[in-house]
């Protein structure tokens, strides 16, 4: 059973800083990109950031400049810091592994972790 434990979400006044991280474990494919999207109340899942295998990443044009996202290939996990946090950053973030079997792709999500921030 794959596993992505997520960690580092909670509370912060605007202007704090978080920093989540994201643990896969059990995937027998080669991981790919790695990467983290965000779902608000009553808005569609967006992405926020991903990073591939060789460490090009893409930013929503909300988080760049602000969240960076890296990622440890040897442990299989992928970060992401959050600094200058906004309310309109207040969401679930799930974070998100694409791996290759050499025949097709797996798509795997954490169970998500919630960011409240406070103005």
């Known amino acids: 059973q794959v596993q992505l434990v997520e960690s580092g979400g909670g509370s912060v006044q605007a202007g704090g800083s978080l920093r989540l991280s994201c643990a896969a474990s059990?995937?027998?494919?080669?991981?790919?990109?790695m990467g983290w999207y965000r779902q608000a109340p009553g808005k569609q899942r967006e992405l926020v950031a991903t990073?591939?295998?060789?460490?090009?990443?893409n930013y929503a044009d909300s988080a760049k400049g602000r969240f960076t996202i890296s990622r440890d290939n040897a442990k299989n996990t992928v970060y992401l810091q959050m600094n200058s946090l906004k309310p309109e950053d207040t969401a679930v973030y799930y974070c998100?592994?694409?791996?290759?079997?050499?025949?097709?792709?797996?798509?795997?999500w954490g169970q998500g972790t919630q960011v409240t921030v406070s103005s």
């Open positions: 059990r995937i027998q494919f080669s991981i790919q990109t």
């Open positions: 998100y592994v694409h791996a290759w079997s050499g025949i097709r792709v797996y798509d795997y």
């Open positions: 990073i591939d295998t060789g460490g090009t990443t």
